[in-house]
Structures are given as structure tokens and as C-alpha cells.
């Protein structure tokens, strides 16, 4: 009983962060035009993020797509927790694609019946770096194949971001060593 305790606590805490209350009205975030789904799905590297309270003290984040045969997005995320050698951590969501014209707005599912906003922001032309954002502008995620990108393309992430109204001094970079 204790043990299950222990693996439900983290995922109840996340979804009472990701379904909290928010009584201030912000205009919805700008999504990209149209996401190709099967270029989007693989292995995306955590560069930064508004954490979760799940991923505090992540290390190591990797965030994993996989279309689904019945149309929704299989999704694993693992990290070390508080260090390179700390603990692995693997969650398990499903996603839903709510907006099939753009593709770019999910609802992802940690616990059944809550499906919390994603929305994707950003996307490069080559599939090469994305980031996640949510129209409460509490959690983002800026994301990557590659486990670091150059200094020049974060700064301009952290501008668009800035555009879209979140307040980037809450942006944490998520320690890569691969």
C-alpha cells in the first residue's frame, strides 16, 4: 500500500499543478501553423523549462513521442532526479491531438479523467527544436534532438517566449551530460 502511495503521490501533485485554478484571463498563446506528427515524434532533449513540480532537480530530461495506432500520442519522460547519477524517473502520459487542423494543441493525460493544455509554440522548419507552452503561461518546455542548442537560437526562444507574455526569469536551464 505504501509503495503505491509512494508512485501516486508525485503524478497526483503534478496534475493538481497542471489543473490548479487560474482566475487571470490571458489571451490564448500563438501556436505554430501546422505540426507534421510523424516528423514530430521521437526522443526530445529538455533544454529549459518552467518545472513541473515532478521535475524539479531534473538532470538528463528526455521527453519521447510514439503515434499510437488508435491516434493518440504514447509518451515516456524520464530524467535523473537531482543529479547525473541520481535516480531515474519515468513517466508515462498518453497525449490527444484537440486541434487536427494545426495539430499543435494536445491535451496531455497523467491521470484519468484530466487532460492538462499543451500547445506548441514553436517549431523549427527541420523538426530540430520545439517548445511547449501552455495558455496559462505557468509550465513551457524548450526542447531539442540534440541535448544543447547554440546560445543564439535560446535567446531567441526566451524573446518569442517574452512575446507570448510568459516571464522567462522563471526559465530553467535543465542540466544535458550524454
Not at 484571463?25 to 529549459?48: C, D, H, N
Not at 521535475?55 to 538528463?60: I, M, P, R, T, W
Not at 518546455?141 to 512575446?163: C, F, N, V
Amino acid at each position: 500500500m505504501k509503495q503505491t502511495l509512494d508512485l501516486l503521490m508525485p503524478v497526483l501533485a503534478m496534475s493538481i499543478s497542471l489543473f490548479g485554478c487560474d482566475n487571470t484571463s490571458k489571451p490564448p498563446i500563438t501556436i505554430v501553423p501546422q505540426v507534421k506528427l510523424e516528423r514530430f515524434m521521437g526522443p526530445w532533449y529538455v533544454i529549459a523549462n518552467i518545472p513541473t513540480f515532478i521535475e524539479k532537480g531534473a538532470h538528463n530530461a528526455v521527453e519521447s513521442y510514439r503515434l499510437a495506432s488508435d491516434g493518440s500520442i504514447a509518451t515516456t519522460f524520464t530524467f535523473r532526479q537531482d543529479s547525473f547519477d541520481g535516480l531515474e524517473k519515468r513517466y508515462q502520459p498518453t497525449g490527444f491531438v484537440v486541434d487536427k487542423a494545426s495539430n499543435a494543441i494536445w491535451g496531455m493525460q497523467f491521470v484519468w479523467p484530466f487532460k492538462s493544455d499543451y500547445r506548441i509554440v514553436y517549431l523549427n522548419a527541420d523538426y530540430t527544436q520545439t517548445v511547449i507552452g501552455r495558455d496559462k503561461r505557468d509550465y513551457v518546455w524548450i526542447m531539442a534532438r540534440k541535448p544543447e542548442i547554440p546560445d543564439s537560437d535560446y535567446r531567441d526562444i526566451l524573446g518569442l517566449l517574452t512575446r507570448q507574455g510568459y516571464d522567462v526569469r522563471q526559465i530553467q536551464k535543465v542540466p544535458q551530460r550524454w
